[in-house]
């Protein structure tokens, strides 16, 4: 049996730590029905654009987002398919928690 390197596990982990944090699980889920900018991400959150811009922050870092720049805009989007499976499984496994 394969174990994953500790590089893994600790990448990982650092993932599942932000997914933690219910403002960044809510971005993300946003995210995940397309692109945002961060204007749009603080009105639908209810949170101000800086707060927003913090997170994003550190959801790049972590390579959860990508941003593209059109025109004067800068917009958010999902990194890959990965991102956008863990948050899909994420949100069902919940439903079937709370239902």
Known sequence: MDIPTNEIVSTLSETFKVLGDPT??????????????????SDLLRI????????????RTLNLVKHVRKGKFVYYSLADEHVLKLIEMGIEHAKERVL
Do not use: F, T
């Open 24 to 41: 960044k699980v809510k971005i993300l889920y946003l995210l995940s029905k397309g692109e945002l900018r961060v204007c749009d991400l």
């Open 48 to 59: 101000s654009q800086s707060a927003v811009s913090h997170q994003l922050r550190i959801l």
